[in-house]
T-cell receptor, first 115, second 112 residues
Framework: GAVVSQHPSRVICKSGTSVKIECRSL??????MFWYRQFPKQSLMLMAT?????????EQGVEKDKFLINHASLTLSTLTVTSAHPEDSSFYIC???????????FGSGTRLTVV | QKEVEQNSGPLSVPEGAIASLNCTYS??????FFWYRQYSGKSPELIMS????GDKEDGRFTAQLNKASQYVSLLIRDSQPSDSATYLC????????????FGQGTELSVKP
């Protein structure tokens, strides 16, 4: 139980285009979803906290107009990387904290490559 | 000071030995602490969670928490080559909306 499904697992896009990443909570309601980014050999850096029905809270240094987060339902949160550039290439991971689980559950991650 | 700090390693131990991983954190109000294991290219997987001072054991893993010293550790007994991975310490920053903040991770290598 308490699975977070993340899609796509890999995406390659051209510079200047936008990419949408979806995270769904399959068997629980996620009122809050966290979005992380991980560069090679580095740790997970929290980008933003997504709250169902309200605006996301972005961490310092994260451009909210570039990384659009939508959390329109209790089971779905999306991250859209707009006007992607090669420096946006990274591993993006979402996370939620189901009440039934003693920790945070992570999606399987999305490897974004911008060419 | 980083919010959550770990030795980046790499830490190398022989098979069968005890691996000791350490983590310190800055927020005295933190209540929840987690150890995750991450294999290259994969998402983190939860190994242990600990909420109270003292030791918590689960199989070959023991988490230790000392809130007064703002210190949490993970011991892996009888280390196996399959334990080779990056271990991430994560702290729930309760006073910051429940954000989970990660340390930079410690790369563990268990040599056969």
């Amino acid at each position: 139980g308490a699975v977070v499904s993340q899609h796509p697992s890999r995406v390659i896009c051209k510079s200047g285009t936008s990419v949408k990443i979806e995270c769904r909570s399959l068997d629980f309601q996620a009122t809050t979803m966290f979005w992380y980014r991980q560069f090679p050999k580095q740790s997970l850096m929290l980008m933003a906290t997504s709250n169902e029905g309200s605006k996301a809270t972005y961490e310092q240094g994260v451009e909210k107009d570039k990384f659009l987060i939508n959390h329109a339902s209790l089971t779905l949160s999306t991250l859209t990387v707009t006007s992607a550039h090669p420096e946006d290439s990274s591993f993006y991971i979402c996370s939620a904290r189901p009440k039934e689980v003693g920790g945070y559950t992570f999606g399987s991650g999305t490897r974004l490559t911008v060419v | 000071q980083k919010e959550v700090e770990q030795n980046s390693g790499p830490l190398s131990v022989p098979e069968g030995a005890i691996a000791s991983l350490n983590c310190t954190y800055s927020d005295r109000g933190s209540q929840s602490f987690f150890w995750y294991r991450q294999y290259s290219g994969k998402s983190p997987e939860l190994i242990m969670s600990i909420y109270s001072n003292g030791d918590k054991e689960d199989g070959r893993f023991t988490a230790q928490l000392n809130k007064a010293s703002q210190y949490v550790s993970l011991l892996i007994r009888d280390s196996q080559p399959s334990d080779s991975a990056t271990y991430l310490c994560a702290v729930n920053f309760y006073n910051q909306g429940g954000k989970l903040i990660f340390g930079q991770g410690t790369e563990l290598s268990v040599k056969p």
